[in-house]
């Protein structure tokens, strides 16, 4: 009852036996498909001559399945002015935006064509065709209040792309000061949509940091001066052991994996899944003032050694979306599937300052893998409970930090990572939304730290707030992405129409992961 363990049918062991005894024809095919892939490039490069990009490679080529207005990262930056009046901060913004230019994926157009995606070179000036204001809210006050706030960037999310979804990018600039503390500085959003076949969070945060470098300053003391060294690159020698052991692990554990998908994860059955979105989305919006909840979060660290910063949070969720089916009055699942993005370089954000990077460095691309970890929604009482029916979130954290011990002797996120990487890039686009369209995953989760605080133009424009709605995937249209920045927590909620229709809903599972935090902490 309070286990995550499944039973292994002699249906899944058929089906790992009929996977195994396939490899060699799906090696072959891959092959063969490799090949066609590269005379796909000749003819495309022919076509369109100097205007061609390239064909979309790994993981970018992942994010181009399924309509364009369900693959758009987005974030909001909230930007303290001290100086500027709203005119001016406008002019200023776009001015560093049109920097961006020099990013010639920025100024590129996804097209398709023999089954694969790629990209052409388009004329666009960064600042002129992709930066515009928000659209103004009839106010009596001065200022929005929040609530206007979270309306406003509801409405921009769901509104569609300049030129018909050709630009890869936009900008959108608030000009209404925000109540957004309680002080005497005006406060404006920023809202940044790019598509996610460009470019995942931690290149365009990279990119972000790059672009308003030579105005940029970091607050020193938010840099922790405990910053690891890099290590060494490995040697050539290295690198090709590094290969050899991926291709091992793909080739003799790729079909048990494929056959725990098929059986144990990605099977999720519940009212926050199906196939059918309708692209119209609802977002929630968290972000603490004071950093209390990230020093909640150290402490039930230190009281229960060995669990990761990201399980407490994920346990948060788990019991926010448990709230939620109870005031629904549904009967809730007993677990759901995250997708996780896991970036290797993610780590690196937390210590990056300007001049760690600069604009001629910036590589925009999707570098990450993907792990499937179960977590419970519904806790039953009973005999076998370890801990009493008082100590539910506890009991939630076990559970999910058992799920996390299991993933850490896997080999998923190596695997995935070829898949994602590799595998992506070679197969036409039609297999690709075949194999999603079997994963039924209920939420997309992305939790990681952003750069130190960033000022701006010598101090007058400081941004204190990060806010990210992270992309559905084909079929799951829910997600959450959770930053932790200026060591304050910040979280957006993001959910299709099709399964939450009210915002208030989606907002509370926001607020809700704050809730229980302060539950955790006192179990």
Not at 268 to 273: V, Y
Not at 392 to 415: A, D, F, G, T, W
Not at 429 to 453: D, E, G, W
């Amino acid at each position: 009852k309070t286990t995550n363990w499944a039973p292994i049918s002699i249906g899944a062991i058929l089906s790992l036996a009929i996977f195994v005894l396939l490899t060699p024809i799906t090696f072959f095919s891959f092959f063969l498909f490799a090949v066609y892939r590269q005379l796909v490039w000749v003819l495309l490069k022919i076509k369109h001559g100097k205007d061609f990009y390239g064909l979309l490679n790994g993981a970018d080529a992942f994010h181009v399945v399924g309509k364009a207005e369900n693959v758009l990262t987005i974030s909001c930056f909230m930007v303290r002015c001290e100086k500027y009046t709203s005119e001016e901060f406008y002019e200023t913004f776009k001015q560093m935006m049109s920097k961006a230019n020099a990013i010639e994926k920025f100024k590129t157009l996804v097209c398709k064509s023999f089954g694969y995606p790629y990209l052409i070179k388009q004329k666009l000036d960064i600042g002129k065709d992709c930066v515009a204001k928000m659209k103004i809210l009839e106010c009596p006050e001065k200022k929005i209040d929040k609530r206007q706030l979270h309306e406003l960037l509801n409405y921009h999310c769901n509104v569609p792309m300049p030129r018909n979804g050709k630009i890869p990018c936009h900008v959108l600039i608030g000009t209404q000061p925000v109540n957004w503390k309680d002080d005497d500085y005006n406060y404006y959003p920023v809202m940044f949509k790019v598509h996610h076949g460009v470019s995942d969070g931690i290149s365009l945060l990279k990119a972000f940091v790059a672009l308003t470098g030579d105005k940029l300053e970091v607050d020193k003391e938010t840099i922790n001066l405990s910053k690891p060294t890099k290590k060494e690159k490995y040697n050539s020698f290295g690198n090709i052991l590094a290969v050899i052991n991926t291709l091992l692990l793909v080739t003799f554990l790729h079909p048990s994996l494929i056959v725990n998908y098929f059986t144990y994860k990605a099977k999720d059955f519940n009212i926050l899944h199906n196939t059918s979105l309708t692209e119209q989305k609802l977002i929630g919006i968290g972000s603490e003032e004071n950093g209390k909840y990230v020093e909640k979060i150290k402490k039930i660290k230190q009281n229960l050694p060995g669990t990761a910063f990201p399980t407490i949070l994920m346990t948060a969720f788990s019991a926010s979306l448990s709230e939620y089916f109870i005031k629904k009055s549904l009967p809730p699942p007993k677990y759901i599937t995250l997708a996780i993005p896991i970036n290797v370089r993610a780590l690196d954000l937390r210590y990056l300052t300007p001049k760690d990077v600069n604009i001629d460095d910036i590589s925009l691309a999707n570098s990450y893998s993907l792990i499937l970890m179960k977590i419970p929604i519904a806790i039953e009482d009973g005999d076998e409970s370890i801990l009493p029916a008082n100590k539910q979130v506890i009991n939630r954290l076990r559970l999910i930090n058992k799920e996390v011990q299991m993933l850490s002797n896997s080999p998923e996120y190596q695997i995935n990572h070829f898949f994602m990487q590799v595998i992506c890039a070679v197969l036409p686009q039609y297999f690709i939304k075949l194999i999603l369209s079997t994963m039924h995953c209920t939420t997309i989760a992305s939790i990681l730290s952003a750069p130190p605080k960033m000022m701006l133009c010598n101090q007058q424009l400081v941004i204190t707030d990060i806010i990210a709605w992270i992309a559905h995937v084909h079929p799951t249209g829910t997600s959450i992405g959770i930053i932790t920045y200026d060591d304050r927590l910040h979280v957006g909620v993001n959910v299709d129409e099709a399964f939450i229709s009210d915002r208030a809903d989606v907002q509370a599972i926001a607020d809700n992961i704050y809730k229980y935090l302060d539950v955790l902490e006192r179990e």
